[in-house]
């Protein structure tokens, strides 16, 4: 695709519930990174696929955040038993081959609101 | 661990003017990345530009131009000519040269007003 997408663009649920965010990157691009965004933050990284495998996990909060990409395309970050906490923005980026020196192009984020 | 310290909030420019943000980090690293991203209300980050700790020469992108101090670990953006267009928040990020280390640490950004 041209560029990152991410869907819904923003999503309102109520405490304890389930979501499923979804990012769909870069045509070609080998890794994809999510990040958390929370009001007057700078993004927070929570989780690095390198093709369909976790790479690194390291920023997942706890054990209510799992993210999966079976296909090594397409990604779904799923937030179970969701807090008011979680409310924030979710970016997800993507880079050709997760080196060091390559861009991570972002999409425009999920507005996830915990009422 | 990596931390990105960006001590202006906000900043304010009057258009065709020139301003500076700051960007100290810490590391015990040699070898890194650093970038600055621009965050408009849309909320996509768009890299603005990119430094190679192993290069001295500070990068430049047309109107975008850093000044990077390794020694003093710091890495501050100016913009020259500024436009309206250029309104946004502005993210300092670090990226270790290191294999398993491919995250971005970012700083708490500064929010950038252009007036006409």
Redesign the interface.
Known sequence: GAGVSQTPSNKVTEKGKYVELRCDPISGHTALYWYRQSLGQGPEFLIYFQGTGAADDSGLPNDRFFAVRPEGSVSTLKIQRTERGDSAVYLCASSLMGQPQETQYFGPGTRLLVL | AQT?TQSQPEMSVQEAETVTLSCTYDTSESD??LFW?KQPP??????VI?Q?AYKQQNATENRFSVNFQKAAKSFSLKISDSQLGDAAMY?C?Y???????????????TKLTVNP
Do not use: N, T, W
Not at chain 2, 95 to 109: H, P, T
């Open positions: 990105v890194y990345y991203y849309s909320r996509q980050m768009i890299l990119r190679e993210f990020a990226r270790s040269a290191r294999g398993g280390s491919e995250k971005l640490v970012f700083g708490k950004g």
